[in-house]
Nanobody, 123 residues
């Protein structure tokens, strides 16, 4: 089981980025996917997640600005980030957990993690 996150970079405040998380080694259909981020000197923060059946859940800090979607056929989950703010600067990680028993929910913990991609929002 491997996850590879990509799409990070440097963007000005108010700009957009689209992160991708490609999943290798298992069938994405059975997994809930979460995105987390960690800024320098801060603890890792849950950002949002998408359940097995496509239900989405967002943290308050990103609600209305970020959107998560999944393409099971392409083994990929996307994170569209709009109206970016300097406080969104962090390393972003995707994580996966087999959650077929609870298709509408997201887990509290994840066993499988990607390597992270840096997002920097600065003028």
């Amino acid at each position: 089981v491997q996850l590879q996150a990509s799409g990070g970079g440097l963007v000005q405040p108010g700009g957009s980025l689209r992160l991708s998380c490609v999943i290798y080694g298992f069938t994405l259909d059975d997994f809930a996917i979460g995105w987390f981020r960690q800024a320098p000197g801060k603890e890792r923060e849950w950002v949002l997640c998408i359940s097995v059946d496509g239900s989405t859940y967002y943290g308050d800090s990103v609600k209305g600005r970020f959107t998560i979607s999944r393409d099971n056929a392409q083994h990929t989950v996307h994170l569209q980030m709009n109206s970016l703010k300097p406080e969104d600067t962090a390393v972003y990680y995707c994580a996966a957990e087999r959650y077929i028993r609870y298709p509408k929910r997201c887990p509290r913990s994840y066993d499988n993690w990607g390597q992270g991609t840096q997002v920097t929002v600065s003028s």
